[in-house]
């Protein structure tokens, strides 16, 4: 990753001294120890952009970045360059997703941009990443008070080897469940590929490959289990799914004629060759786990889809609100504390927090609140006198919601209460006349939309002069 029309060499500082010092002593010769070093929790590249600092730290053992943007900056001249991935995209809940060569991906977070209030507390600020080309990567903020800092702050999630000693191991198939834990298939060369002790299979089956399955915390830190699965032939995994109580469903191919089957399965040997295969990975009564689950809705009841649940505590995930209003988190530890924050910038919360403690049961966690609209409006004049408004043009907006009104006499309209986080199309019609441009669109409206202008040009309205008479076909022209 780099930082696209940054400036060449700005300034570095620590930021966040840490307690305690370090030696470095290298060789006999005292002149050539270093003592009394200090030690930083992160690092502040200074000025990258004019009014815009890049700080590196750690937080629970992820790799964090934030730009700090001082008042008046502007956050569209921040770019991120990627080179090597094999694919550039981001998916449906805002993250940032790149393709990694022979296979698997590189995730950020979706962004999370905030201003801090004077006593400590921290607004959030609607933000999402923004596709600029090949390879390519802005953000894009909403409203906010331009007046004081902000702070745009992306997550790399965790990126981590998975294999051993062998020369090819590969991952096909990942499922995570509603805790953030990953599970991941594939097959294996290594005979020390990572299994855990207790596993359904602790040893390398033989011949070239085996299958294996892995699971992995929210945090990607640490291995919750892994097993080998396979014969004494090869043996590949190719996709993984897991259910609400955080079992794993592995599909495959097997050559093995000893690949583990279990009594009363549907087939219990092999029929030819070559066979696919569909194992079932059970974690055991031994560790109960629980469930969260709940329902946002609107001042009427009315279902809120597309919230963002943050659940903090043993798991760390973000899923979004179904389009009834619910929300499920599955595979939850007992004994553990859990805090749940509802966010969307689309909706005023009347009670957005809470917290489980202790959790040794299923909860119901619901949260209210209300849609929050934003404005869309501006003028239609005529293409060759901008100084002249066209009255009596139909405005339709079309998507979250179906709107009309007609400018007015000075060509002016509004949209004063359009629903927010929805797409939407505005587009101008009267009758022998083309506009300019034909439409206009508005991708997950998250702010006020005060100059959504259009140019009205017809024959007659190009040879117009002010004080002449003007026939359109339309009633309510000027």
Known sequence: MKLVGAGDAPEAVGVGELPGKSNYLRGSDPAAWRTGVASFSGVEYRGVYDGIDLV?????RQLEYDFRLAPGADPRRVRLGFEGQTSLRVDAGGDLVLGAPGGGEVRQQKPYAYQEEADGRRVEVASRYVLKGKGRVGFEVGAYDTARPLVIDPVLAY?????????????????????????????????????????AQTTFGGFNYDAYVTKLNAAGTAVVYSTFLGGSRNDNGYAVAVDAAGDAYVVGSTAS??????????????NGQGDGFVSKIHVGDDEPTYRIRGRVTGGDGSPLAGVDIN??????????TAADGTYLFGGLRVGVDYS??????????????????????DQAVDSTGAVVT???????????????GYGGVTMKLAGGQTLTTRTDGQGNYSFPAVAGCRDYTLTASASNISFDPPSRSYTYLSQNQSFADFAAAAPQLMNYAPGSSRTTGTSGGR
Request: proline share 5%; hydrophobic share 30%.
């Open 56 to 60: 590196y730290y750690g937080n629970q």
């Open 311 to 320: 659940i903090f505590g043993g798991a760390r995930a973000r899923p979004k």
């Open 159 to 199: 990126s981590t080897y998975l294999g051993g000693g062998g020369s090819n191991d590969t991952a096909r198939g990942v499922a995570v469940d509603a805790a953030g834990n990953a599970y991941v298939t594939g097959e294996t060369i290594s005979t020390d590929f990572p299994a855990t002790a207790g596993a």
């Open 340 to 361: 749940l924050t509802a966010y969307s910038p689309c909706v005023s919360f009347t009670t957005q927090n809470d917290t489980v403690n202790n959790l040794s049961s």
């Open 374 to 388: 934003f404005s869309v409006g501006g003028r239609v004049t005529v293409s060759n006198k901008p100084d002249e």
């Open 257 to 270: 004629l000893g690949f583990p089957t279990t009594a009363g399965a549907f087939q219990t040997a092999r």
